[in-house]
């Protein structure tokens, strides 16, 4: 299957808007949970449907309301209903192929990034959609599957840790974003740290596989910036948006998550390019390893093949051929082989062949 | 004939706005459709003359016509004076090697596209011409030839689904645009299938013919390139167009189809650039075999040769050589060869070739 | 001689703006020819001196002065003095190796285009300087040699076809400047054309001269860039112009010519790229065919050298070889040999290298 | 360890803001050293606790504290508090993987560098983080260890060299960040000469190992690279301030620092390209070695081998060879031979081999 | 030493805006010429002191002191007083490895730029620096040796030739920088036509040193891009001030600079890329060699060695060897061999080796 541009089959043709999920179900059950609070208060719970939200909406409160599982039409109709978002919105939310985007709208902010993982068995990158939702009063994210990649984020909320309580949803957004980016640069950290040992290998006694595994570092770097260089310029939007939804002190929050974008795109670049210069040197070591091969032939052939046709000659049948019965001809065979050998090994010396 | 430039020789020297068609005639018969619709009626019908159309120019309804076929310039003209088209927009309709673009004129935006076809027999993308000429109460689009490419566009029309009833010019002009892109999307994603699958073969054990396939991949994704990186640039500026045609609610649609574009040209991008890394791929595994069909010579040259040379000194035939004439010459003959033999062979598995 | 930057030797430390000659003077004679018209007369003619044209400047007509060769200072002068040019553009126009430009003065355009010839015999372009100065009532061409290449234009003028007749100075530049972008488009199609048929033969079994000749096609490829990229900026910055040279009418039609250029400058990117494919594509097919000749060299040395060697052994001559004695040595010896080379075959074969 | 990005396993999920070091603790104990100065006086110490530097902060005088040791939280703290310090500050000089930036607040600016050292016992580059925080009346410092790179600028200071005494905050800032820029250029200049020098080894007889040095320079040359273009952007950034810090007499002093940054640029891009083109030298001559050896083994073997053959069949033991039998069919035999390895060595000479 | 980037140790660490001489002293004695003109009259002479020119400077002529030799830090702090100019820009007249800029301030303009020159005799070039201090009545030059590429404008003053004796400052400064342009062309086209030439060489039948020479012409033109790249940013800087010191009536003049400028760097980029395309081609042509040597020697191998084999066997001295004993043996067996040569002759035919 493509992983660079995946199918789109179902929706071609159909009304756009439409509510259709594009991807691997990843969950069987929808789970929407619901975080409320400010600096005196906190309630958290899990909703049976999405109408229980309601509520919560209108408060002055942060209201940050999370979904997991992005399969059920009808739901997302809903959820769009209840929070007055764009049909185009649901149909991004729902397609799990979107580009990372800011879009504004009126009401809201939609933000959609990518939550990368990095499966170890075999060195793969694996993708998943995140949504962000921002409205003046509730924060939605969607997610393909149950992440506690957010986790800390919660705990951070229930122990009143840092400044998050007595700051609005912007700041949570950020908070939740910033916990997306630490993954990235984590992920390059690792790719970097095996790309960056792959030179050691290369410069020894590269086996040919090395090829393969430096292609495959290739092709994830790829993916990975498929997935950051957008983010990278949603985020810089985002820092510098107009817009009554982000506070002015979580501004410089923002700056910092560009910056940490604009280092981990540049640190792809700079080890796509590595990979690069890597393959080069294989090549060049693989021209090497033919030179002395060839250098090894070469010697032996140049070696015995003319020793092979003096001895062939003095196996020739001829009536009369003097030398064969002189008492020190053998010998002075043996004295002409040795010094042609001798010769040659010299010349090749001087050629710094051995 | 050049895919990437078609000839031109016809309209050389002539007046500039003269209606010539190039290309290839297509269809024999011009067909002209009309499907006037709005909220509460829908009149569908075809067309003899392009002056039967005139009546519903004026009305306020949504009016869509449809010409299939290009090479009758006396109908074009006529079509021209009919919806006061610019000669120049008239000949650009006819020559159907344009630049997808997006023109402004004062009564009209002109919008040039390129419906794409892959032909799965011989791995190559056919392009035909579509354009869009977006009137205040009219839609005129020309095609090469008929394609049923709209027809669910029609059947949300005769059906009144999804809002396009409701809508106006500027709507059905992206839900056009929209299956176009839709299917750009749809080849682009068949041809990275196809593309990321040959990683495995360059992978394995390829033949000399995969170089012949990638390059043919390459150059499918360079037609691809020319076709629909000039219309992200028409369609990002039509989203950003102040003018009157486009409705306000129309742009987050059009928005959509912009990211979509962008998606599909950094799509592009990635798998030319992965065909190149694929071919240095190939490249590097031709050294890493002929690497290994010279060590076999050398192996096989440099064991053999001097063997034969030790049977060569024997089978000369000097009067005089002592050896010839021990009893056990022979075997110990064999025994230095074994021992050289198996000297080399050491020295082979030293050196890792064997 | 270079043929990317020509000698200036003649002007270095001369005043600037010093009407010299550089180039390769094409024509003895020089010609001048004056065509002057408005929608009701013509007049054509050709002008022993330049101030036979002085009377037509003044009129409110088209006056079109068109000169053929451009080595005589003296002439140059005159014309600059008749019709108020600036020192520095009458030294542009006489400097053949300038770089196509666009320059807008206070009374008017000055536009330095190439026309370019493709000379089949030995496949390279030719290029023509062409300068055009618009003025409001007057509009003089200067070539280096006479070409016809406008002859269809007057033809235009003469027979009052097109519109030429009905509009001003503007659009009858225009109306040049198309012919000479349409022979730049026919140019690169006829290349094109080669460069796409050289596929073909670049994956069939092509000989080394094909590098000459790829190279070649790059060279050209590079020589029509260096003339067709700086005349498209020239060309774009005509139609966004805001002068009163420039008709508003006569936009449509410079934007056109705008797409055109744009077209012609993206299809000769896109031909280097294919140029350097086909390159990297018959590199690619020289280690392969070495592949192959090594495959040939290491099967017959791998199977001859060590029968070779079995006939070496029993082509001593031992006393003691008691094998040489038994009835069936000969044919146990064919019989060892053949089950040798059957071996080593399957060897090779199980290789896939026959 | 990746040295390209390093691991922020610690600060993953931690409240963004928290103070937390990032690096390899290179000092165990934290120096605070002031200096505060106007044109009449200058007190130096050490100081204990930052408190103590609070009353110099109010004053009108200049006031530079540098910090050598950034590993304790605590005092980070204490610092920020003291000179009222964005959270998200103090982490960034914790972090010493941050990129080098500027960074604009109400009260002051944030600049961070890298001060780079060249480690010549094994040829790599090693980067410590210099912050920056210019407020109105006071600058501070902060540096992963102490390095007296700053001592002639406290010299200057002392001895009232210059101007530096008679200028403000702003002008000492330049003076720091202009010896750290000298550094960047005497780094350089180092890597430059022997970059310069590796032509010379290329074109003669290389080493395989003299890939691994190209590609250790390469790699140099980019972590220099990742240090000094964000770098130059955030001079570039500064000398264009519109802030009060910044006093007009200073931009000059600034702009010159711009230009050593783009200088310094563009030769890191220079050695970059020689490096790559290095490269490519040592792979063609690697070619050119390989067709010498090629040539060699061939000349020998399509010289004796035919001779070998020739010799063979006079090695045959046919009863009716009649040759064997002539009086000189031995020296006959001989002057074949020599007539075909004449024959061979000729040709050879002709196709230029010897 | 490192041609890109020069030393700067004796600045590091000193006081910026420090008097301080970068460079090779290139001259002894320091010479000061003065020239002084307007429309009527013209004093030239030599000065012994800077303050003999106090005098010219207020006076309401064109005065341009030419200083050719920079090592005297005395002197140039004398001139600085004299002429009121920032520390700063003496100290760049002073460091001979500034990069081509220009710098407005209060009272004047200032141009640094790079004069070059060629050395035949081992292909490099020479760079001298010039600084021209642009004032509103004075002009001052800076050379680092005496140099008569301006001779020509003296003479064009003194002999009143052109426009120079009635224009301004402005002017004369143009003239200069028009002569050190026109100096660039001049070099870019020599080494152009030697580049341009190589081609011939590379498609005939190169020797190794080739590579050299091409890798040499790429280092040239990679410091002429050094030098010119900036300098075209200077004067189109320039071209476009809004600057009292500047007249109106000198735009047009500089804007012809800008034109050759802009060619001048196209032209680089133009041979940069043919040169390495140059390389491309002969690393082809090498592995077309390689090719050829490969099928000579398996022509050899594979046409002899089985023949080698077959006379071998007949070579036996099996007691009980049946062919040996018929008397057309030995033709027959002649007869096999022909057999086997044409058959393999024909082989190698077919697949065009020969």
Chains 1, 2, 3, 4, 5 share one sequence.
Not at 212 to 226: A, G, I, P, T, V
Request: net charge negative; proline share 3%.
């Amino acid at each position: 299957m493509a992983r660079f541009l995946k199918k789109r089959d179902k929706t071609a043709g159909l009304v756009p808007g439409s509510a259709v999920f594009i991807g691997n179900q990843k969950v069987d059950d929808i789970k929407i949970r619901i975080i409320d609070y400010d600096k005196s208060q906190l309630h958290e719970d899990e909703l049976k449907k999405i109408s229980d939200g309601t509520e919560f909406k209108e408060k002055n409160t942060v209201t940050w309301i999370n979904i997991d599982g992005l399969h059920d039409a009808g739901l997302m109709k809903e959820i769009g209903e209840t929070f007055d978002l764009h049909p185009l919105l649901i149909e991004d939310i729902m397609n799990t192929d979107q580009r990372p985007k800011l879009q504004e709208s009126d009401n809201n902010l939609f933000l959609v990034l990518k939550m990368l993982r990095h499966d170890e068995s075999n060195q793969t990158i694996i993708s998943e959609q995140l949504s962000l939702v921002i409205g003046k009063t509730f924060l939605l994210t969607f997610q393909e599957q149950p992440g506690d990649v957010f986790e800390p984020v919660r705990e951070r909320i229930r122990k009143q840790k840092g400044r998050i309580r007595a700051t609005s949803i912007d700041y949570l957004s950020y908070a939740l974003v910033d916990t997306v980016v630490d993954n990235y640069i984590y992920i390059i950290e690792r790719f970097g740290e095996k790309i960056e040992d792959m030179e050691e290998v290369v410069l020894g006694d590269p086996e040919p596989e090395i090829m393969e595994q430096l292609s495959n570092y290739r092709k994830e770097m790829n993916f990975l910036r498929k997935s950051i260089r957008p983010a990278k310029e949603a985020i810089t939007q985002l820092a510098k948006l107009d817009n009554d939804i982000i506070n002015k002190k979580t501004i410089p929050f923002l700056k910092d998550l560009e910056d940490l974008m604009t280092q981990a795109s540049e640190a792809i670049d700079t080890y796509r390019e590595m990979l690069s210069d890597q393959m080069n040197l294989y090549n060049s070591a693989l021209s090497n390893k033919m030179n002395d091969v060839m250098k090894i032939l070469t010697i032996f052939a140049a070696i015995f093949i003319p020793l092979t046709f003096i001895a062939g000659i003095y196996g020739t049948n001829f009536e009369y051929l003097p030398e064969l019965h002189f008492k020190y001809s053998y010998f002075i065979f043996w004295g002409v082989m040795i010094v042609v050998a001798v010769a040659l090994l010299i010349f090749f010396k001087r050629k710094k062949w051995i």
